[in-house]
C-alpha cells in the first residue's frame, strides 16, 4: 500500500481535491472530519477540551465559535488544544488504515502535513494550490472570516511556495475542473506505475 498525503493552505480546494480522489475510488482519511466527529455531540474528547477550556462544550458538542475565539492568538492555549486533538486524531488513523488495509493507496487528508512533521509518514507529498487572489477571495467568502484572522491562519501554515518546493506532486485548482480532475488521474497513475516498478 503506498500513502499519499493531501494538504495545502487554506482557500486552496484541498476539500474538492480530495472528493475527487474518492471519485476514483481511493479511501480518503479527511483529518477534519474526523476531528468533527470526536467534538460533536458525544464526541469522546468532549470531557478533555471542556476541562481545558470550561464553557466551550455543550449537547451539541464543542462551540466552535467560543473554542476559537480562546485560542485565537494564543500559543499556549493552541498547543493545549493539539495535545488533546492530535493523539485522538492519530488512533483514528490507525483504525482507517486497519480498515484499508488491503487496498493499493490510500489519501490522508490532512491541512497541517507539514507543520505536523506527518510528511515524514506518508510515502508520497499532494499539495493543492492556487493563485493567492484565488486563495484570498475564497477564504474571505467563508462566514465570519476575516482579514485579520486570515492572516493568523497563513502566519500558522507553512507558506505556499514552499509545499510546493517539499511536494512530490502539486495539483492546481486555479484553473478549470476538469484539469484539475486530470491532474488528480495523473497522480493515481504515478502512484499505481511505481508500486509496479
Known amino acids: 500500500m503506498k500513502t499519499i498525503g493531501l494538504t495545502g493552505s487554506i482557500g486552496m480546494g484541498k476539500s474538492a481535491v480530495a472528493q475527487m480522489f474518492a471519485d476514483e475510488g481511493i479511501a480518503v482519511f479527511d483529518a477534519d472530519a474526523a476531528v468533527r466527529l470526536l467534538q460533536g455531540p458525544g464526541g469522546r474528547l468532549l470531557p478533555a477540551i471542556e476541562a481545558a477550556f470550561p464553557g466551550t462544550t ?9 473554542l476559537g475565539a480562546r485560542v485565537f492568538g494564543d500559543d499556549a492555549a493552541i498547543k493545549r488544544l493539539e495535545a488533546i486533538v492530535h493523539p485522538a486524531v492519530g488512533e483514528e488513523r ?8 488491503d487496498d493499493d493507496m490510500v489519501v490522508f487528508d490532512i491541512p497541517l502535513l507539514f507543520e505536523t512533521g506527518g510528511d515524514r ?3 508520497v507529498v499532494v499539495v493543492v494550490s492556487a493563485d493567492a487572489a484565488t486563495q484570498q477571495e475564497r477564504v474571505l467568502a467563508r462566514p465570519g472570516m476575516t482579514r485579520e484572522r486570515f492572516a493568523d491562519i497563513l502566519a500558522r501554515q507553512t507558506p505556499d511556495a514552499e509545499k510546493r518546493v517539499r511536494a512530490d506532486h502539486v495539483i492546481a485548482t486555479d484553473c478549470p475542473m476538469d484539469q484539475t480532475r486530470t491532474a488528480v488521474r495523473r497522480v493515481i497513475a504515478c502512484v499505481r506505475a511505481s508500486q509496479d516498478r
Open 94 to 101: 490507525a483504525a482507517f488504515l486497519a480498515q484499508h488495509g
Open 121 to 123: 509518514n506518508v510515502d
Open 58 to 66: 455543550g449537547p451539541d458538542g464543542v462551540d466552535r465559535a467560543e
